[in-house]
């Protein structure tokens, strides 16, 4: 035999001394935490770094920066410490009210509404980002460096997770909370955002750690314990401050303290009375002197003393108790909402005595709500997860966060170690406190800041899990993916909701089929649950036997031993939540009445209404309200009413309403940064016709079908019987008035990106005799299908007829009477290849017929349509509106478009469109039509000389303002666009609140 080579022996042992350092490395809970921070840190940089669109500054965002600049100005205009007490002392004596606080300026308004500590953490920020309060679009030049802070402090949460998990569950549970965490969607979504969510989840997250860590000291290092405890009693105060909600959390830590460090006398450390007295006074002090300055300087503003900020109670308790609204905030509002919170509390009441089941179901809804999806309004993809996806995730987050209490309860107390009992009891609190949030409006941003402490519920648990043998482990990640394939089924309602509600065309099956199905989900998650109870048992069990063996006992645990009481408690307590919240958001979701048809090609979708006879004297103009989706920014429809076709462009309902510029702009503004045509979102949509052509008394037939063969249009409906009597009475339809933005984000409504509508209850006054589609199948019930008239009263008649008569003499008829076609032809506006009617004086500019055009981002001269500006007519801007289309596709990748209408009038002023897209989203699979109508201000026709010169870029300003290098590379082809007036006018804008539905 040979004798080993000393080089080799050597080399050996130099590779098991690294393998060894990098073991030991690997177990290194510093270098853990710091590696975790890294990657978490780089995930949050990169996807705001890719962003290719610039923050959406409204709602809290907004003021959030302004609170922020407010103390940061107020810094600036002190000269010493001595005038800027002074000066707030000064504005503190000028609180402008509650609702008016919310749109000011003044920095005692911004506090009191939004609460000193974020606004102080962004006012630290501001001047670091090179923020000039008198620059243009200060806001987005400094968003990137203020994301970059954002995502430091979130990473940080991380580190505290890491932390936290270290102290109390041991190194591996708290090295995958803290990794877990790192790649939890909704933290990264957020970040680029100026909410304070990710601020206030680090604030908590921070406490709790911070409390936790004074629990575990000895009881004899009194010195440690003081220190910690003022640490302790300033992070919690700071937590306070920093969000409404957050004084709750304190009796609930308070009494998970309390347990937590409540062992038996036996386990009593010597000292611990003497170690929790001087314990509770250090927290009570630093508390005390963090809260003493808000608490003077909200009684200077308020007249009382306050923890809380003014965030608007009443009116987030009436809105989110009120079963007319489904718990939602419609925007406008159509009620009235009290300051005073007993005023609120007793319409609360009034309310639930009056709908006591359909209030019941809504307090059930808001679990969901709250738990069921992680925050992210907008529905952003990242780490490759699509929204489905993410909410998947979340959801296995919670899950597994709850199998952790089961295991806690199944060991029970004295299984436990001290951190593990005292961890649980924490994250208990903290996420039961939670729960105050139900008794106002519930949304997943609210449920946020908890997530860091289920998560390291969920961290404990896989580790826990991970350290069982083979078969165990393996049977508990079946029970796992059990889960996760339950989740995109009840998650993806819509997609399956349709199949039991369409097998009976019976009106007591509508009602039976929600409640069927929901019993289906509640068992087949009860299925899951009772697995997930019985395989915790049998495994603490089976652990509980062997360490008996292992002591030398002689009686092992029985291999059918009953579970735990407590964890039978837990486990009922689990599933009774999820049966209620499964119960209420199946039983009550909107999906079950509702059905959708396409109709394409030569199908038609026919509604007849019969008016009632006693219709009285009808408006001019009458309109087909029709609830469709299209693919295209506006619907290119044939509509015929009762046999003529109408020769109008189909807008949406906003476009005709009173008032209705804010919420344009927030519907706007809201796909913009989900890159879509706000247009092209599910509205309903409205086309003007005469009401002439009504037959009072009779059956009225709508017949709407394509103007393009190759487009197809979601046509919705409901599950109903035919109708019976003179009226289709009250009918639950998405709503015509309103919008709300919250119900896209949280109604699980994935038919299209934004669903911005709550539920409504209209009165239709005629009924509905017949529904059908033309060539094809329709489920049966009724189209959304509807006519708007405006009933007029005496008065009003005459002096329409004078004003007719008066018109009939100056308007020439080839205008007077293009409204109606009686030509079985497609109209002129929506015929695809026909020629053009249209006279040639109503063409503004049009683009020569087969010229293709090329529009590239770094060529600027090819973005305009026309060399110079060309003139327009006033006398036509002031009777017509203008159309804008044209066809646009891509080469290759897909970009998004942004089409821009700009008129200028002789004094220089200059008006865009109101209702011209700023996303539009372009590929090469197709030619896609781009349509844009709207009406001059009249108001700036008095100044005369209006030019226009439209423009067209292949690529937002967003994408322009973050990323000027790809934005140049950018193209889009263009055809065949024309500018024009319409050959029919439009009226001016009108209120439906008024009007009558048909």
């Not at 050996?12 to 490395?25: A, D, F, I, K």
Request: charged letters at 15%; a positive charge.
């Amino acid at each position: 035999m040979s004798e080993p080579n000393d080089a080799n022996v050597r080399d050996s042992q130099r590779g098991n001394e690294r393998l060894n350092t990098v073991r030991n490395l690997f177990r290194n809970r510093l270098f853990i935490a710091v590696s975790i921070f890294l990657l978490a840190f780089s995930i949050r940089y990169s996807y705001n770094a890719g962003l290719e669109h610039r923050v959406w500054f409204l709602e809290d965002s907004q003021n959030y920066l302004r609170s922020g600049a407010s103390i940061n100005r107020m810094v600036r205009q002190s000269h010493s410490p001595q005038e800027l007490l002074k000066n707030i002392a000064d504005d503190a004596k000028s609180y402008s009210g509650m609702y008016v606080a919310f749109n000011s300026d003044k920095l005692v308004d911004r506090l009191v509404t939004d609460g000193p500590i974020f606004p102080l953490y962004l006012s630290a920020v501001l001047p670091l980002t090179g923020y000039e309060e008198q620059k243009s679009f200060q806001w987005e030049r400094i968003i990137f460096k203020v994301s970059i802070a954002n995502s430091a402090v979130d990473a940080s949460t991380c580190i505290l997770l890491c932390l936290a998990g270290f102290l109390l569950f041991g190194t591996l549970p708290g090295a995958i909370a803290g990794l877990l965490y790192a790649i939890y969607p909704a933290a990264i979504v957020n970040t680029h955002w100026c909410m304070c969510e990710n601020f206030v989840t680090f604030m908590l997250t921070a406490s709790v750690y911070s409390l936790a860590r004074l629990l575990m000291l000895p009881a004899n290092a009194i010195a440690n314990r003081i220190v910690s405890g003022i640490a302790t009693g300033t992070i919690l105060g700071l937590t306070v401050l920093a969000r409404s909600a957050f004084p709750f959390v304190l009796p609930f830590l308070a009494v998970a303290s309390f347990v937590g460090m409540r062992r038996s006398k036996a386990d009593a450390e010597p000292g611990s009375r003497k170690a929790a007295i001087v314990s509770v006074l250090s927290i009570a002090i630093a508390f005390a002197l963090i809260a003493s300055p808000w608490l003077l300087y909200t009684k200077t503003a308020l007249g009382q003393a306050r923890l809380t900020t003014n965030r608007l109670p009443a009116f987030n308790l009436l809105s989110g108790n009120l079963t007319t609204t489904d718990g939602w905030t419609p925007y406008p509002s159509t009620i009235p909402f009290p300051e005073d919170m007993r005023v609120a509390a007793s319409m609360v009441v009034e309310n639930a005595k009056a709908h006591p089941v359909d209030w019941l179901l809504l307090q059930t809804k808001k679990l969901s709500r709250l738990w069921s999806a992680p925050w992210n309004d907008c529905k952003y993809p990242t780490l490759g997860l699509p929204p489905a996806a993410q909410n998947v995730l979340h959801q296995l987050m919670i899950f597994l966060g709850a199998s952790w209490a089961f295991i806690a309860c199944a060991r029970g107390r004295r299984a436990l170690s001290k951190g593990e009992w005292l961890g649980t009891s924490l994250i208990i609190a903290t996420v039961s406190a939670h729960f105050v949030y139900l008794a106002f409006i519930a949304l997943s941003r609210y449920a946020m800041s908890a997530m860091p402490l289920i998560i390291l519920a969920a961290g404990a648990s896989l580790s826990f899990w991970l350290g069982q043998e083979r078969h165990t482990r393996n049977r508990f990640f079946l029970i796992v993916a059990t889960f996760c394939v339950l989740c995109p089924i009840i998650n993806e309602l819509r997609v399956w909701s349709a199949v039991p509600t369409s097998l009976i065309s019976q009106g007591w099956w509508l009602t039976i089929a929600p409640w069927l199905v929901a019993m289906v989900a509640i068992c087949a998650y009860g299925a899951v649950w009772l697995a997930l109870t019985k395989h915790t048992s049998a495994t603490v069990s089976t652990l509980a036997a062997v360490k008996d063996e292992t002591e030398g006992a002689r009686v092992a645990a029985a291999p059918n031993q009953k579970p735990a009481p407590a964890l039978v408690i837990a486990s009922i307590a689990s599933f009774a939540a999820v049966a209620c919240s499964l119960a209420g958001s199946i039983v009550t979701s909107h999906l079950w009445s509702e059905w959708t048809t396409n109709i394409s090609g030569e199908q038609a979708a026919c509604q007849t209404i019969k008016l009632p006879k006693a219709t009285g004297i009808l408006g001019p103009t009458a309109y087909v309200a029709m609830d469709i989706h299209t693919p295209d920014s506006l619907p290119q429809l044939n509509i015929e009413v009762n046999g003529t076709r109408i020769g109008t462009q189909a807008l949406p309902i906003p476009m005709l309403q009173k008032d209705s510029e804010s919420i344009v702009q927030s519907i706007a503004v809201q796909a913009k940064v989900m890159d879509q045509d706000y247009r092209a979102i599910r509205h309903w949509y409205i086309a003007p016709f005469p009401s002439k052509l009504l037959k009072p008394g009779q059956e009225n037939t709508i017949r709407i079908s394509s103007a393009h063969d190759t487009s197809v249009i979601t046509v919705y409906g409901d599950y109903a019987m035919p109708s019976s009597g003179e009226m289709d009475g009250e009918t639950i339809l998405p709503s015509i008035n309103s919008t709300c933005w919250n119900y896209a984000v949280e109604g699980a409504d994935y038919r299209v990106p934004i669903e911005q509508r709550p539920l409504e209850t209209i009165s239709i006054k005629g009924f509905t005799s017949k529904s059908f589609v033309e060539n094809g199948k329709a489920p049966w019930g009724k189209m959304r299908i509807r006519l708007l008239v405006q009933p007029l009263n005496a008065n009003k008649a005459a002096k329409l007829a004078a004003d007719e008569a008066a018109s009939a003499k100056t308007t020439p008829a080839s205008i007077k009477d293009a409204a109606v076609s009686k030509e079985s032809a497609t109209p002129p506006q929506t015929a695809p290849n026909s020629t053009d009617k249209t006279d040639s004086t109503l063409v503004i500019f049009e683009q020569k017929a087969g010229e293709e055009r090329t529009v590239h981002g770094g060529d600027p001269s090819t973005f305009y349509f026309t060399p110079q500006d060309v003139p327009v007519s006033e006398q036509q801007l002031a009777r017509h509106p203008i159309r804008f289309t044209c066809e646009l596709k891509t080469e290759k990748r897909p970009v998004i478009a942004y089409p821009n209408l700009v008129f200028k009038t002789g004094n220089g002023d200059v008006w865009n469109p109101t209702w011209q897209p700023y996303s539009v989203p372009v590929d090469a699979s197709g030619w896609k039509k781009i349509t844009i109508v709207d009406w001059f201000p009249k108001k700036l026709l008095e100044h005369g000389g209006v030019t226009t010169r439209p423009v067209l870029t292949p690529f937002s300003d967003d994408l322009l303002f973050n990323n000027q290098k790809k934005a140049s590379k950018q193209t889009v082809k263009v055809r065949n666009a024309k500018l024009e007036f319409m050959d029919t006018e439009i009226p001016e804008r009108k209120d439906f609140f008024t009007w009558t539905v048909y």
